[in-house]
């Protein structure tokens, strides 16, 4: 059953048949891996510069004129001495607010005959031109201006894009997958010539809508250009050349993008599509905790004391809702973008990185063979607990050193499919087994819950598989309990009087024999048939069945005085037991059968039924079901020769529990076997008077007059030596 979930998970993984749902539970694990191993700390090395609601209710509505950003810059660089800055935003339009171009419209019409207008506009020219006084302030200083591609299906482009980072021919015409764009939206042409250094805003937006990565290197018509992380790393470590490294010597897929530094190298790690998974460093925004936010409005009031941001990497964003630049991430619903490219920036600077290697296919195959092999052989072999603890290691296995490569070494593998494959293989095999036992344990119960106690059919079903209606041969103990009296019963009741009565008795004397573990076999007539030792194996069935028909006595006795209260006539019974190797299964024909015994035993056992009317005792019972029933008194009976037995056998009769107590039973049984000496050595005189001393001291029984018919039956014939005191029965 394991090797479904194993193959649907194969064709999934490697990309036969992806499902969603399990690309959905990859992104679930890696996020909360993500969050469960974040720092949480603060990085002090980048600061974001915060355009907030503060800063908008101060300054004004965005955009602001380029003035206030030109104010802006100086006093980071000049004032604050930021080491680089990149803007999170973009400067698309050329900045009017000022009116200079209304002032030149007039100069050049209206009021070209005025000198003095001329003169004065010349010299508030400089102060006017807010996209001058901009890139005069971006000039020549480590400043990455922010800009955007498109998928624009018409290629549509605005603005100036800055140089490529890398050339095509770093390549070396390796078909890399790189994110591919076809339009852009761009800074004016004077700022991009003023800080030619520029750097693409845009993340990854998976599926589900969470940023998760940054495509580092991205193309558009040939050339490649970076993510403004990129630009402003590269911008502080002196503008390294960008190299290409290319995973196993090709295939398609970009390893890392290299920095040639002048001393050494440093190796980013990307992924599909030469992205940057972010190692968010905490929560995000301004409490978040992760990086110092600065408010622009105290920058451009002066309140920020100078120095205070001495060798820093600023980033320019906004966290005000209304400017739109709010992500969904792992860390938060309404992470501002501009700490998505701080905590990229924060990896590089700390040499912190999520890779996916390009081998993570080839893993997922491999951890998916062997855990869903391992399942396939285990678990059709294995019971319920077993079951689980393996599936739980396998899972655990699976997860921890998933986990473990990834807080180690950072090393982003996939998951779901392996729990995914694992949980339903693990889920089959329990339900499996669970409908088959089930259905087993159904059909068990439906064979022989009408024969077998509800207690051992609760046994039975914990093995099933132990327990059939095939015909074997076993040691069990046989009885035969009969209703003394029942012709005449019939013939002076009603039919539904008689039916009450018999069903009521039958149910009484059921419920004892299922409350001794017994099995019932069959009803016939007056007489109710049951036998122990199967189909549950009982060591002491004897004993239970010994019992079981010392307990009928007492039921009969309550019986009857219900039925003398009742104006009913009682009852008597006669029970015979046999003990020894019967033929016990399912009998009979195509249109009725039944669990049941037979053997030559069983036969024995409904003659010794017949025998206790003859003893006049309520039990007759076999030697053999003696010697296996050690805990109770006996009294002999006799030696008889049944029908279709040639050699004689004992019989006896167990007494009520407590006999053995008791001085007058122990004085009676011993004078019994004393008789019972006498009778079987033909000294009729010796046992008639013992005879007659046991019925004065306890009573006229049965028994005792039976003996005593007997007596004056053999005494005519003398001494007979070929006579072995075993009495002869040829009927029932």
């Known amino acids: 059953m394991a090797l479904l979930p194993l193959l649907l998970a194969l064709l999934h993984a490697s990309g036969t048949f992806e499902w969603t749902l399990l690309r959905q539970l990859d992104h679930i694990l890696y996020d909360t891996r993500l969050r469960a191993t974040m720092p949480r700390t603060t990085d002090a090395s980048v600061v974001i510069v915060d355009v907030d609601e503060k800063s908008l209710a101060e300054v004004g509505r965005w955009p602001w004129g380029r003035h206030h950003m030109a104010?802006?810059?100086?006093?980071?660089?000049?004032?604050?001495?930021?080491?680089?800055?990149?803007?999170?935003?973009?400067?698309?339009?050329p900045d009017e607010s000022s009116g200079l171009g209304r002032l030149r419209e007039l100069a050049l019409g209206e009021l070209r005959d005025e000198p003095r207008f001329a003169r004065r506009l010349t010299q508030l020219e400089n102060g006017l031109d807010y996209d001058g006084l901009f890139a005069q302030a971006l000039r020549g200083r480590p400043a990455v201006l922010g800009y955007y591609f498109t998928d624009d299906s018409q290629g549509r482009a605005s603005g100036v894009l800055p140089p490529p980072a890398m050339p095509a021919a770093s390549l070396r015409g390796q078909p890399i997958a790189f994110t591919s764009w076809s339009g852009y939206g761009a800074n004016i042409e004077r700022l991009v010539a003023a800080a030619p250094m520029g750097g693409f805003i845009n993340p990854v937006i998976d599926p589900d809508g969470v940023v998760r990565a940054v495509p580092l290197l991205a193309e558009y018509q040939g050339q490649y250009y970076e993510a403004l992380s990129l630009a402003v790393f590269r911008v502080l470590m002196g503008l390294p050349e960008v190299e290409p490294v290319v995973a196993g010597g090709g295939g398609g897929s970009l390893e890392a993008?290299?920095?040639?530094?002048?001393?050494?190298?440093?190796?980013?790690?990307?992924?599909?599509g030469v992205s940057a998974l972010v190692p968010f460093r905490g929560p995000g925004g301004?409490?978040?905790?992760?990086?110092?936010?600065?408010?622009?409005s105290d920058l451009l009031q002066g309140r920020l004391a100078p120095h205070s941001l001495d060798g820093k990497v600023v980033l320019?964003?906004?966290?005000?809702?209304?400017?739109?630049?709010?992500?969904?991430?792992?860390?938060?619903?309404?992470?501002?973008?501009?700490?998505?490219?701080?905590?990229?920036?924060?990896?590089?600077?700390?040499?912190?990185?999520?890779?996916?290697?390009?081998?993570?296919?080839?893993?997922d195959l491999l951890q998916l063979l062997v855990g869903g092999l391992l399942?396939?052989?285990?678990?059709?072999?294995?019971?319920?607990?077993?079951?689980?603890?393996?599936?739980?290691?396998?899972?655990?296995?699976?997860?921890?050193?998933?986990?473990?490569?990834?807080?180690?070494?950072g090393l982003v593998l996939p998951l779901a499919a392996f729990l995914a494959m694992a949980l339903s293989a693990f889920a089959l095999n329990m339900s499996y087994g669970y409908f088959v036992e089930s259905r087993s344990k159904r059909g068990l119960a439906q064979l022989f819950?009408?024969?077998?106690?509800?207690?051992?059919?609760?046994?039975?079903?914990?093995?099933?598989?132990?327990?059939s209606m095939a015909a074997e041969n076993r040691q069990l103990t046989v009885m035969f309990c009969d209703m003394r009296g029942f012709t005449r019963l019939s013939e002076q009741m009603e039919p539904k009087q008689l039916q009450a009565l018999l069903n009521g008795v039958f149910n009484r004397l059921s419920a004892v024999i299922r409350g001794h573990q017994g099995t019932i076999d069959k009803y016939m007539g007056d007489c109710v048939m049951a036998f122990w030792g199967a189909p549950v194996e009982i060591p002491d069935h004897a004993a239970l069945a010994v019992r079981c028909a010392l307990a009928i006595g007492i039921a009969v006795d309550d019986i009857n005085r219900e039925h003398q209260a009742q104006g009913l006539p009682v009852i008597q019974v006669g029970i015979g037991l046999n003990t020894g190797i019967m033929c016990v299964g399912d009998m009979g024909s195509d249109v009725r059968r039944a669990y049941t015994v037979i053997g030559d035993e069983v036969n024995l056992g409904a003659r010794l039924e017949g025998l206790s009317k003859r003893y006049g005792v309520p039990i007759v019972a076999s030697d053999n079901t003696r010697r296996l029933a050690p805990g109770f008194t006996w009294q002999e009976l006799d030696k008889v020769r049944v029908h279709g037995r040639a050699s004689a056998l004992t019989?006896?009769?167990?007494?009520?529990?407590?006999?053995?107590?008791?001085?007058?039973?122990?004085?009676?049984?011993?004078?019994?076997?004393?008789?019972?000496?006498?009778?079987r050595a033909q000294n009729w005189e010796s046992g008639e008077l013992l005879l007659r001393g046991l019925a004065q001291r306890h009573g006229e029984r049965p028994l005792y007059r039976f003996y005593a018919a007997r007596l004056e039956a053999r005494r005519p014939h003398g001494f007979d030596p070929a006579?072995?005191?075993?009495?002869?029965?040829?009927g029932k």
């Open 71 to 93: 104010r802006l810059t100086d006093e980071l660089f000049e004032r604050q001495g930021a080491a680089v800055v990149g803007f999170d935003m973009i400067f698309a339009e």
């Open 286 to 296: 301004p409490q978040g905790g992760s990086f110092r936010y600065v408010s622009a």
């Open 316 to 363: 320019v964003g906004t966290t005000a809702p209304g400017l739109k630049d709010l992500r969904a991430t792992p860390v938060g619903e309404t992470f501002p973008g501009v700490e998505t490219h701080a905590n990229l920036v924060s990896a590089f600077l700390d040499g912190r990185a999520l890779v996916e290697p390009d081998y993570a296919l080839g893993y």
């Open 257 to 272: 993008v290299r920095l040639r530094l002048a001393s050494r190298f440093i190796e980013l790690p990307v992924a599909l």
């Open 651 to 679: 019989i006896h009769q167990p007494l009520a529990p407590g006999s053995e107590d008791d001085p007058e039973v122990v004085d009676e049984l011993r004078a019994w076997q004393a008789f019972l000496r006498s009778w």
């Open 723 to 730: 006579w072995d005191g075993a009495t002869h029965f040829d």
């Open 375 to 409: 399942l396939a052989l285990l678990l059709p072999v294995l019971s319920a607990a077993p079951a689980v603890l393996v599936s739980a290691a396998v899972l655990a296995a699976g997860a921890g050193l998933n986990f473990w490569l990834y807080a180690s070494a």
């Open 449 to 467: 819950g009408t024969y077998v106690p509800p207690e051992l059919v609760h046994e039975m079903v914990k093995s099933p598989e132990n327990y």
